[in-house]
């Protein structure tokens, strides 16, 4: 007998396995869409740090300076210059003969007079030579003489034709060498009178003497190579002062204006000079116009070589400025500045270097009282670098 078997029939979904499945799919939309955006976030992040950074790296790469501007001097400022006085005549006094010191007559601050006697040297070699020409004069004087009454006895008889016209012509021609020979010795003579006078060494000029070199008994060479002086001697009334004038200054400065100079031996005392000639030339190594001073030192209360301050009875006619020394930069191509320009740019400038003031200098020109300048310069610094201006660092001299 045959059996049946039933098939199962199939399953068909439920409404509530359905639901089930659409919240798993949307939640795992939502998941992935929260991913997603996190992601981006995580990325835009991170490309926002590696912004800054490279913009904080560019801005720390571009250097930070501190800038000042130069200060301009009071109109009113009178020009004033370093200066040396020296003597208006000086002398180093040496022997013209040799011999041995007998004595000295003035020492180191005597005040002698031209044609005062300084001192005597012992000449024996000299005074023998001396003696000796005198002899040879004399012996040469008589030969003469017989030569001239030989010449005069030969010339009457030659009118005779007693004597051959030849040997006449010999008896003058002798007496004419005699003339000669005589000339020779008085010439000598001299010389060596003139030589013996020079063991009396005489003052040149008035002045005082400022060294002695020598004392008694010392052997004495004639002439200045490989030789001391016996003195200096120097006239201190009036002084010469030297000054060099920087050359913006030089139009003003007039032969016949007056100067005053100024030690610190001296604090508020003046003493009045007066401008007797300059250079009429530039000194292409300095820039400066050399000029003369004639200061008058009665008393000599002033010194030759000491140092002192010039000042001209002029105002400075041309605009000056100073920088502090810390904003020079030495190249080789000579001192620069740096400049920093309204586009942030640093500009090394050239400039002409004035008088110095110690921690400031005089700049004469290559730079306005207007500029930036960089305050410490670094050696690296090149022109047409980008600097950051220091906020608050802008400071004035």
Do not use: C
């Amino acid at each position: 007998m045959t059996q049946l078997i039933q098939q199962p029939a199939p399953e068909t979904a439920t409404p509530s396995k359905s639901r089930g499945r659409s919240h798993s799919l949307r939640f795992a939309v939502i998941a992935l869409l929260v991913l997603v955006v996190a992601g981006g976030f995580a990325i835009a992040r991170r490309f926002s740090e590696s912004h800054a950074l490279a913009k904080e790296t560019e801005k720390l790469a571009v250097p930070t300076v501190a800038v000042t501007k130069p200060s301009a001097e009071p109109s009113d400022e009178r020009l004033m210059l370093p200066a040396q006085l020296q003597a208006y005549t000086q002398s180093a006094i040496y022997a013209r003969t040799n011999g041995y010191l007998v004595r000295w007559t003035k020492d180191i601050g005597s005040q002698v007079k031209k044609g005062e006697l300084l001192a005597e040297i012992d000449t024996p070699e000299v005074d023998q030579e001396l003696s000796q020409a005198k002899a040879t004069r004399q012996q040469i004087a008589a030969q003469l003489q017989l030569a001239k009454s030989s010449a005069e006895r030969w010339t009457n008889l030659r009118k005779t034709d007693s004597v051959s016209q030849q040997e006449a012509d010999q008896q003058t021609s002798a007496y004419t060498q005699a003339q000669a020979n005589l000339a020779a010795a008085d010439a000598n003579v001299r010389r060596l009178q003139q030589l013996e006078s020079f063991k009396h060494i005489y003052a040149p000029f008035s002045g005082v003497i400022t060294r002695r070199n020598v004392d008694t008994g010392a052997l004495i060479t004639a002439g200045s190579t490989g030789q001391r002086e016996l003195f200096d001697i120097a006239q201190v009334d009036p002084l010469r002062v030297y000054v060099n004038v920087p050359q913006s200054d030089a139009p003003s400065i007039k032969r016949g204006m007056s100067a005053y100079v100024q030690l610190q031996e001296y604090p508020g005392q003046k003493f009045t000079g007066q401008v007797v000639r300059t250079a009429d030339a530039i000194d292409p190594g300095t820039r400066t116009l050399l000029t003369e001073i004639d200061v008058p030192n009665k008393g000599d209360r002033l010194l030759p070589g000491a140092y002192a301050q010039v000042s001209f009875a002029v105002p400075l006619q041309a605009t000056r400025i100073t920088v502090p020394v810390s904003t020079l930069l030495f190249r080789a191509e000579g001192p620069r500045v740096a400049v920093v320009g309204p586009d942030g740019k640093v500009h090394l400038k050239p400039v002409t270097i004035g008088r110095d003031f110690g921690t400031k200098l005089e700049i004469l020109s290559g730079l306005n009282s207007d500029e930036q300048i960089v305050m410490n310069p670094a050696d690296s610094l090149e022109d047409g670098q980008q600097v950051n201006v220091k906020a608050g660092g802008e400071t004035h001299s």
